[in-house]
């Protein structure tokens, strides 16, 4: 194990990290618990000081950098990444929940009060909002992190680069770059396998791919995602409507919706 950073020199302040939670199932946060040895060498150049994934022990803003998990799907998600915002000198969202509202913006294509009323003995005491939507519907964001979960590699590139004052280094490219770099077989060119990888940003390593599936999507639409050249694929390939459907809804719903609706034979 590599010994803590010894941190910067006495009398000079470090800067401060706050860790914070919305509607989400706290992977994104266990990521960063899973950074072990990087923690340890981040806690000496960093005063963490809010993550009540990792201690009850907080302290109040304002924070130089704020990593936000989760989708606002509550009046009371909206009200508090308002306060966050306002007591974070960068704030940075992390997950697909946050950059683009989660699994949980299924929700907004369907009746949210029918779900409620038939899931819920008492609907009248569930306050929610009609739609889950990204930090950034909400409030500025300084950078988007993505993933379901995101990588911790990308993860402490976006913390590295923020104590170093400049940009991070994470790249755009789709998901086929990376099936390129492993060296990993073309799953739809050689067995006509649905995928999802040619309109996906890269950030998992090219996984499902690697392992003779298709890619699902979990890092959102690529910079140049070009649904109207892949749909016709996945058609041919066997999915359904339905099935192209509910492959662009799923980790990143509302990402995948902006970009699928301009696009022509999108489904609707």
Same mark, same amino acid.
């Given at each position: 194990?590599?010994?803590?950073?010894?941190?910067?020199?006495?009398?000079?302040?470090?800067?401060?990290?706050?860790?914070?939670?919305?509607?989400?199932? &706290? /992977?994104?946060?266990?990521?960063?618990?899973?950074?072990?040895?990087?923690?340890?060498?981040?806690?000496?150049?960093?005063?963490?000081?809010?993550?009540?994934?990792? +201690?009850?022990?907080? $302290?109040?803003?304002?924070?130089? %950098?704020? %990593?936000?998990?989760?989708?606002?799907?509550?009046?009371?998600?909206?009200?508090?990444?308002?306060?966050?915002?306002?007591?974070?000198?960068? %704030?940075?969202?992390? /997950?697909?929940?946050? +950059?683009?509202?989660?699994?949980?913006?299924? $929700?907004?294509?369907?009746?949210?009060?029918?779900?409620?009323?038939?899931?819920?003995? $008492?609907?009248?005491?569930?306050?929610?909002?009609?739609?889950?939507?990204?930090?950034?519907?909400?409030?500025?964001? &300084?950078?988007?992190?993505?993933?379901?979960?995101?990588?911790?590699?990308? %993860?402490?590139?976006?913390?590295?680069?923020?104590?170093?004052?400049?940009?991070?280094?994470?790249?755009?490219?789709?998901?086929?770059?990376?099936?390129?770099?492993?060296?990993?077989?073309?799953? +739809?060119?050689?067995?006509?396998?649905?995928?999802?990888g040619p309109v996906t940003h890269a950030g998992c390593g090219a996984i499902c791919p690697a392992y003779g599936r298709g890619c699902y999507g979990c890092f959102g639409p690529s910079a140049t995602a070009n649904l109207p050249a892949l749909i016709p694929l996945l058609r041919r390939?066997?999915?359904?409507?339905? &099935?192209?459907?509910?492959?662009?809804?799923?980790?990143?719903?509302?990402?995948?919706?902006?970009?699928?609706?301009?696009?022509?034979?999108?489904?609707?």
């Open positions: 194990m590599n010994p803590p950073h010894p941190g910067p020199p006495e009398g000079v302040r470090r800067p401060t990290l706050a860790v914070f939670k919305l509607a989400s199932c &706290d /992977g994104c946060q266990l990521t960063l618990l899973d950074c072990e040895d990087e923690l340890l060498t981040m806690a000496g150049q960093l005063d963490i000081t809010h993550f009540l994934e990792a +201690t009850s022990a907080v $302290r109040p803003g304002p924070y130089d %950098l704020a %990593l936000v998990e989760g989708s606002v799907t509550t009046p009371q998600d909206a009200q508090r990444i308002r306060e966050i915002r306002a007591t974070a000198r960068v %704030l940075v969202t992390i /997950g697909a929940c946050a +950059t683009a509202g989660g699994i949980q913006a299924l $929700r907004n294509f369907a009746d949210v009060e029918e779900f409620r009323a038939t899931v819920y003995a $008492r609907p009248d005491h569930i306050a929610t909002l009609a739609t889950s939507t990204p930090v950034s519907a909400h409030v500025p964001v &300084d950078f988007e992190l993505r993933g379901c979960p995101i990588d911790r590699t990308q %993860l402490l590139e976006v913390i590295t680069a923020f104590l170093a004052g400049r940009k991070p280094d994470v790249p755009n490219h789709s998901v086929c770059f990376a099936c390129k770099r492993r060296g990993t077989v073309c799953v +739809t060119v050689a067995h006509g396998t649905p995928c999802l390939d066997g999915m359904s409507e339905d &099935d192209v459907r509910r492959a662009l809804r799923t980790y990143n719903a509302t990402a995948f919706t902006e970009v699928e609706t301009g696009a022509e034979g999108a489904p609707s």
